[in-house]
């Protein structure tokens, strides 16, 4: 899906302005490329400042905590560097080999991003926790603060500018990368507190602040490996997104209910989603026809959606289906009301009627899918021993 139709302010909008051709067209997917190439570029720059100030000041101080701090924006350099490639590739159009394109790339570099930071903040775990068994005397100077100073304000605006960037072109990598600087915000600030103690005290909590640093960046890490690989194994769409779906294809005159919405995620701005349309039975198939495929090509327009719609014709009057229709809701209801039925119809016999529907089952429901049918088919048989139920199964999707 796009991403936020909000335009960039401050800094961050006058450097897309400057840099980005028509920045305002994010559905492009050569502008949407181009912000993620500026966000890269300048997180390697403003984290390869801060590494060489960090670690000139660290190695003259002694301080673990501040090299530990410096090492950490040298793989934040490397991660931006990692971005800008994976952006770079996900933007690849679709060829026979893939023909959903590329995009989830983006969610692969997010990965490996956080696989990198974790592995540095274990390595800064292994160095302080040498520095509490050899302890050594630190010098801390103004240089030495002022340098952590600025690195905080620094961090801090790359957060903002990732995060505003990330939300505005919809890309998991940025997001991630915002949520890094967050982190690294934190961690600054600890190994500021400890400059300071160390400077007025007698007391040299160095080793620990770099321990807690350690455990921010991996911390850091975790979060954004779990988020990506939700993205990656295929996660249910926010239902902020399918309420909008929803509704705008119920807001269609013509239009009955809707069923078996399914989404899926196959990178930013490249995704795909079907659908049944309940209409009029009694409709021309042509209007009907001609229905769907103006649903599809607005919800196209508005969403940057590429919808499938599958038309489902339905009896509205047949005061017996109607009835059937009603007692078996009912009935389904009884079993549990998070159930749900659609697609049905009923054919009559001289003998018995058998009626034909599907049940939907959340993931979350706590009765067996057989004990569900059993129970359906044994209570409407209850009802009326001409009565049989044929049941297809659906899960919930969205």
Request: charged share 20%; glycine share 6%; proline share 3%.
């Amino acid at each position: 899906m796009e991403g936020s139709g909000k335009e960039l302010g401050g800094i961050a909008g006058f450097l897309a302005r400057l840099f980005i051709k028509n920045h305002k067209d994010i559905r492009n997917v050569k502008v949407r490329e181009q912000y993620g190439r500026l966000g890269g570029i300048i997180g390697i720059v403003v984290n390869i400042l801060l590494f060489a100030a960090k670690f000139t000041v660290g190695t003259f101080s002694g301080s673990v905590s501040v090299v530990a701090d410096a090492v950490n924006n040298l793989s934040d350099a490397g991660s931006s560097i990692i971005s800008l490639v994976g952006i770079k590739m996900a933007a690849k159009p679709a060829d026979n080999t893939h023909p959903f394109g590329h995009a989830r790339i983006e969610y692969i570099s997010s990965s490996v991003v956080a696989v990198v930071i974790m592995f540095i903040g274990f390595e800064l775990i292994k160095t302080s926790i040498y520095k509490i068994i050899n302890p050594q005397p630190i010098e801390f100077s103004i240089i030495t603060l002022s340098v952590l100073a600025l690195s905080i304000f620094a961090k801090l605006w790359l957060f903002y500018f990732n995060r505003k960037v990330g939300k505005r072109i919809n890309s998991m990598v940025m997001q991630a990368t915002a949520a890094d600087s967050m982190a690294d915000v934190l961690a600054t600030i600890a190994v500021f507190a400890s400059a300071v103690i160390s400077r007025f005290s007698s007391v040299n909590p160095d080793a620990y602040i770099g321990i807690a640093v350690a455990l921010f960046i991996i911390f850091s890490a975790i979060q954004i490996l779990r988020e990506t690989m939700n993205r990656i194994i295929g996660q249910a769409p926010s239902e902020e997104l399918t309420k909008k779906i929803e509704s705008f294809i119920l807001n269609y005159d013509g239009v009955i209910g809707i069923h078996d919405l399914v989404i899926h995620d196959y990178g930013p701005l490249n995704t795909f989603a079907s659908v049944h349309v309940e209409v009029d039975a009694n409709m021309d198939v042509l209007v009907s026809h001609d229905l769907i495929d103006n649903i599809e090509r607005d919800i196209s327009n508005k969403y940057n959606l590429n919808m499938v719609i599958h038309m489902d014709p339905v009896v509205t009057d047949d005061p017996f289906v109607n009835e059937m229709q009603k007692m078996t809701e009912e009935v389904v209801s009884e079993i549990d009301n998070t159930l749900s039925i659609h697609d049905f119809r009923v054919v009559k016999g001289p003998t018995h009627h058998n009626l034909i529907f599907d049940v939907t089952v959340p993931f979350d429901c706590k009765i067996s899918i057989q004990e569900i049918t059993e129970q359906i088919k044994r209570r409407i048989h209850e009802k009326d021993k001409s009565l049989y139920a044929v049941i297809t199964v659906d899960r919930s999707y969205v």
